[in-house]
Antibody, heavy 116, light 113 residues
Framework: QVQLVQSGAEVKKPGASVKVSCKAS????????INWVRQAPGQGLEWMGW????????GYAEKFQGRVTFTGNTSASTVYMEVKSLTSEDTAVYYC?????????WGQGTLVTVSS | DIVMTQSPDSLAVSLGERASISCKSS????????????LAWYQQKPGQPPKVLIY???TREAGVPDRFSGSGSGTDFTLTISTLQAEDVAVYYC?????????FGQGTKLESK
């Protein structure tokens, strides 16, 4: 069955970077775009951007341009999201999700806490 | 960007009763070429990722109970739960996947009365 398994929770200081992994199983990673969505505590869902694991093409929501990078390793069936220059506003659960057209499978989420 | 606006923000319904959530998009998300509305509904329970319930505005995902239904076209959409069950208590989000950025509504918290 299709699964997206993300790396574990992270605690970072302001100004640091974090890299979250998302490992796909049960299907061929390169067949579908992976999107990233975040959710601040008690808040709604915010789309961050997408990556095509086959071509390596990426796209980012305007507010994340220049600070977020998506990469992938198709041989490891894994995609990565890196966020730089973290602030307290980046404290959130980050989800990877497979895009069929809608988002049909989701990772379990990775909590990133930014605190001094 | 397409703005998705849900109403109400929260809703309390008695078990066994009907619940309806509205979602409006700031521009049409009906694609003329295929006559499909690029609208999905998700359910999120505490500590869990969202789960897709409905896509193409009215197509139920496999395994989703038939008490969940979606309707609407263009800019106005509705998620209806015909008879609320205890396990339906959750936050519900609509999302447009018509054009990037793929935007979500702010969410509707559904509780039992």
């Amino acid at each position: 069955q299709v699964q997206l398994v993300q790396s574990g929770a992270e605690v970072k200081k302001p100004g640091a970077s974090v890299k979250v992994s998302c490992k796909a199983s049960g299907y061929t990673l390169s067949s579908y775009d992976i999107n990233w969505v975040r959710q601040a505590p008690g808040q709604g869902l915010e789309w961050m951007g997408w990556m095509n694991p086959n071509s390596g093409n990426t796209g980012y929501a305007e507010k994340f341009q220049g600070r977020v990078t998506f990469t992938g390793n198709t041989s490891a069936s894994t995609v990565y999201m890196e966020v730089k220059s973290l602030t307290s506003e980046d404290t959130a659960v980050y989800y990877c999700t497979r895009r069929l057209s809608w988002f049909d499978y989701w990772g379990q989420g990775t909590l990133v806490t930014v605190s001094s | 960007d397409i703005v998705m606006t849900q109403s109400p923000d929260s809703l309390a319904v008695s078990l066994g009763e009907r619940a309806s959530i509205s979602c409006k998009s700031s521009q049409s998300i009906l694609h003329i070429s295929n006559n499909k509305n690029y609208l999905a509904w998700y359910q999120q329970k505490p500590g869990q990722p969202p789960k897709v319930l409905i896509y193409w505005a009215s197509t139920r995902e496999a395994g989703v109970p038939d008490r969940f239904s979606g309707s609407g076209s263009g800019t106005d959409f509705t998620l209806t739960i015909s008879t609320l069950q205890a396990e339906d208590v959750a936050v519900y989000y609509c999302q447009q996947y018509y054009i990037k950025p793929y935007t979500f509504g702010q969410g509707t918290k559904l509780e039992s009365k």
